[in-house]
């Protein structure tokens, strides 16, 4: 199981770190990321941190819109994978989920999607 949490109002420019715990699973084990969703738009990959001692090229993914802003961390003796936010856009809007896959192969290419999501959590970056 995943639960997020962190999501919330903030005015353009602010920060949010977002939550991602996991229980019933060693979550090191897995590659763990976010999507997310925009209104009236498709799911989007954001970042994907590899599982621990899995090699992965070009690891943490971070997409190109949020390059520079957002970084993805993980705490194996919590069990939580982080995604810090900063400088937020209104652009960066949506409903944000965390996903786990054995690889973050599945942020890296739309044809393939992880097998486990949470439930999501709302970030509304408005003035």
């Known amino acids: 199981q995943l639960v997020e949490s962190g999501g919330g109002l903030v005015q353009p420019g602010g920060s949010l770190r977002l939550s991602c715990a996991a229980s019933g699973f060693t979550s090191e084990t897995y590659a763990i990321g976010w999507f997310r969703q925009a209104p009236g738009k498709g799911r989007e990959a954001v970042s994907c941190?590899?599982?621990?001692?899995?090699?992965?090229?070009?690891?943490?993914y971070i997409d190109d819109s949020v390059k520079g802003r957002f970084t993805i961390s993980r705490d194996n003796a919590q069990n939580t994978v982080y995604l810090q936010m900063n400088a937020l856009k209104p652009e960066d809007t949506g409903i944000y989920y965390c996903?786990?896959?054995?690889?973050?192969?599945?942020?890296?290419?739309?044809?393939?999607?992880?097998?486990?999501w949470g439930q999501g959590t709302q970030v509304t970056v408005s003035s």
């Open positions: 941190i590899a599982a621990q001692g899995q090699y992965e090229y070009d690891s943490p």
């Open positions: 996903a786990s896959d054995p690889s973050c192969l599945s942020w890296r290419t739309t044809a393939l999607r992880p097998s486990y």
